[in-house]
């Protein structure tokens, strides 16, 4: 049995080494450990060596002992004796594997851990563990144990965008790798694990026991003694000589960097360590601007610093010109609940979009239980009947689930879906109105979902990199032209009309007076103690941003930060972002404007067209797709008709009749430039006024005025002669009717 096994085995490595997707040895590619990935802006410029942070490739001979011992007591304890295979490692994890069920116990030794960098993607299979054993041992013949370790110093990652240990250590701690304390040492050697969970910078608690914890090893393995151990532990972290925000300054590049390993699906110890050439979309000056309107700290109720984040995408390519996120976690393309930012997406423009409402539609907004989920207002206030448009810019929420309720959960989502946004079976409610999902959405993804409404309903993806070279090879592309549509462009447009009523006069209206048309709209979400989300997400003709708040919900914001806060830093980027104002929006061809009547909107809650003759402050106007327009035209009450005049000429005399004479109107005639007010009588509700003063010969003309202007609409002109009477009515009656 154990001799059909090791045959079995043999078969299997002789099938794995002439398989053509083995990877050989390539002593280049070693080599290339000494060269680093470049990243470049929009304009070809040089971005990589931020600050001055980025370190040099330092030689083990430069490091203190303490500094290589403590990184082998963590990674590879036996790392000086064996062959690059730690086979007693290897059968230790494969038994609390076998018995945990599953494969989560490591046995990669430090040589295995530069071949994984160096050579392999990250896909788990038996062929590639094979294929790594291989490489292992033939990089252990090929260099000794100072080289593997120098050159596995170089490339692992820290956290904050730093490679190798110079970088690392300049980073946190403001100095060169060979002046580390033993303590510093140790804490390096810590972070590998979990660079960001354990940084010195957000989690200096876990740092130390962390630290703690690999000075305790180096001690067992005899590296260090008592004394110096509990020395080391003692020591505080100096963070003096670091300017811990110009570590995070560098989001935009760690982004990048993240999204580049996802393009060539590799490790970013693989990617920062080869001379790829990596393109972005990003723009110095944009970023100066995003930089400069984040700089006001938000603290969350226990004092700490909130999370920041902020995005900026140009409308015509989807890349990202500038990005900057201030927090503890690592929050590229973080996953949050986003309130009622998501309304747009989910609910009004695909709403739109399917002709079941204008923006001009009533709805009554008022508490209201939908089977069982009852949603409430802001500070429980409820509007009444109300517009889409107004509903909009107030962010009711009622309103919102009840459009929701009327096109159906799964259009919706199917219109999400189209947008980029990602959805569970959870979410087939109608909670979604109001932001709220089970895995939360990507802030990426709701950026993307904006940006389709900045394209006129066509959908783009988001992206940092615009391309990717090795050795002059172009290996990714991103497309910044064509996109998917979405929405119709008219319907996109309406969006974005009511979106602008947001930062008008809505719950964005400290945007009201930027100087061009900016598109947006606010969310809010947390728990009763406070809140733990708080966004802007808008667009003008240019560009598409979102703006972002968060805490955890053990320790949120404050209940005044809400989602006006992050429109107030969107205000601070927009007035010095532009050199050059943006063109506001332009309106499609088959979008009109209609007149519609108050009164018939505010007692049947209807759409009527104003009739001709309703008064300016009887109406209000709205926008329409030209062939989803009200029909109906409101009916004029009679006690609102204008007055109308008719003549009647008895015997030489005229007779005037005022019809719908009111009690604050009265009748004139005008002879040769002079007016003259008329005495009128009434007789079975008929008035009237007989002018015997018309006598000289001319032309005389009769109006009704009220507060000093003519609003009759006929205006009569009689004209004496001197002919029989007879003649004289048969000249009227041709004349005049």
């Known amino acids: 049995m154990i001799a059909l096994c090791v045959l079995a085995s043999g078969i299997f490595m002789i099938a794995c080494v002439t398989d053509k997707d083995f990877v050989k040895f390539d002593a280049a590619k070693m080599n290339e450990n000494r060269k680093k990935a470049v990243f470049k802006d929009s304009q070809g410029q040089s971005m990589e060596l ?172 005899g590296f260090i003694d008592d004394n110096l151990c509990e020395a080391a532990k003692e020591e505080k972290i100096d963070l003096s000589a670091v300017d811990t925000r110009a570590a995070t300054e560098k989001s935009y590049l760690d982004a990048a960097l993240i999204e580049a390993c996802l393009i060539l699906n590799s490790k970013q110890e693989q990617m920062l360590n080869k001379p790829y050439i990596v393109k972005t979309f990003y723009d110095g000056g944009l970023q100066a601007a995003l930089k400069s309107s984040m700089n006001t700290e938000v603290k969350t109720l226990s004092g700490d610093s909130a999370s920041r984040c902020a995005y900026v995408v140009n409308n015509i390519t989807g890349g990202v010109s500038s990005y900057i996120g201030y927090s503890k976690y690592n929050i590229y393309n973080i996953k949050r609940q986003v309130g009622s930012a998501i309304k747009p997406l989910a609910v009004y423009c695909p709403a739109l979009d399917l002709k079941a409402i204008t923006p001009a539609t009533p709805v009554l907004d008022e508490k209201t239980d939908f089977d069982g989920y009852s949603p409430n207002n802001f500070n429980d206030k409820y509007y009444g009947w109300t517009t889409m448009r107004r509903a909009v810019a107030d962010s009711m929420n009622t309103a919102a689930v009840k459009v929701l309720n009327s096109i159906g959960v799964s259009a919706s989502i199917g219109y999400l879906n189209k947008n980029g946004i990602k959805t569970s079976e959870q979410d087939r409610n109608l909670s979604i109105a109001l932001g709220s999902f089970y895995n939360g959405v990507s802030l990426q993804e709701l950026l993307a979902g904006y940006l389709t409404l900045a394209n006129s309903g066509v959908y783009k993806s988001v992206g940092f990199v615009d391309e990717i070279s090795l050795n002059g090879k172009v290996l990714y592309k991103k497309n910044t032209e064509n996109g998917a ?195 009128t009588e009434e007789i079975d509700g008929v008035v009237f006024a007989t002018d015997k003063k018309a006598a000289e010969n001319g032309i005389y003309a009769y109006y009704v005025k009220q507060d000093g202007k003519i609003v009759s609409n006929v205006e009569f002109y009689y004209k004496k002669v001197r002919i029989k009477e007879k003649e004289n009515r048969k000249w009227f009656e041709n004349w005049f009717w």
């Not at 006006?564 to 929006?585: D, G, I, Q, V």
């Not at 009527?608 to 009916?635: H, M, R, S, W, Y």
């Open 485 to 679: 549509r979405v929405f119709r462009a008219e319907s996109a447009y309406l969006m974005t009309d009511m979106l602008k009523t947001v930062a008008d006069s809505g719950t964005a209206k400290v945007l009201s007076d930027i100087g061009f048309d900016v598109a947006g709209k606010t969310g809010t979400a947390g728990v009763k103690s406070g809140n733990t989300d708080a966004l802007f997400c808008g667009y003008d003709t240019r560009n598409t941003y979102l703006f972002w708040l968060g805490a955890e919900s053990s320790d949120p914001l404050g209940s005044e930060i809400t989602g006006n806060a992050s429109a107030r830093m969107a205000k601070s980027f927009l007035e010095s972002a532009y050199t050059t104002l943006p063109s506001n929006f332009a309106r499609p061809a088959d979008i009109v404007e209609k007149k519609l009547d108050k009164k018939t909107f505010s007692e049947k809650h209807a759409l009527a067209v104003a009739g001709v003759d309703c008064k300016q402050n009887e109406a209000f106007t709205e926008l329409f797709e030209i062939d989803n327009c009200p029909a109906v035209v409101a009916e004029t009450p009679e006690n609102d008709l204008p007055p109308e005049i008719k003549i009647v000429c008895e015997n030489g005399i005229p007779v005037i009749f005022a019809d719908n004479l009111k009690d604050n109107q009265r009748l004139f005639r005008e002879f040769e430039g002079k007016e003259t007010k008329l005495k």
């Open 50 to 221: 931020d600050a001055g942070k980025q370190g040099k490739y330092v030689s083990v001979s430069e490091l203190n002992d303490y500094t290589l011992n403590a990184f082998v007591s963590t990674e590879d304890k036996r790392f000086y004796r064996h062959h690059g295979l730690d086979l007693k490692r290897i059968g230790s994890a494969l038994i609390k594997n076998i018995f945990s069920g599953s494969y989560k116990e490591g046995a990669s030794t430090i040589t295995q851990q530069l071949v994984k960098n160096t050579f392999l993607t990250n896909k788990k299979t038996l062929k590639r563990k094979v294929n790594e054993m291989f490489l292992t041992l033939k990089v252990e013949q090929e260099y000794s144990k100072k080289e593997i370790l120098e050159m596995y110093l170089n490339t692992i990652y820290f956290g904050a965008n730093a490679y190798g240990i110079e970088t690392a250590s300049k980073t946190y701690f403001g100095k060169s790798a060979s002046k580390l304390t033993l303590a510093e040492s140790a804490g390096l050697a810590g972070m590998l694990k979990a660079p960001n969970n354990y940084s010195p910078v957000y989690n200096p608690d876990k740092y130390i026991s962390r630290r703690n914890l690999v000075l305790n090893l180096m001690r067992e393995n």
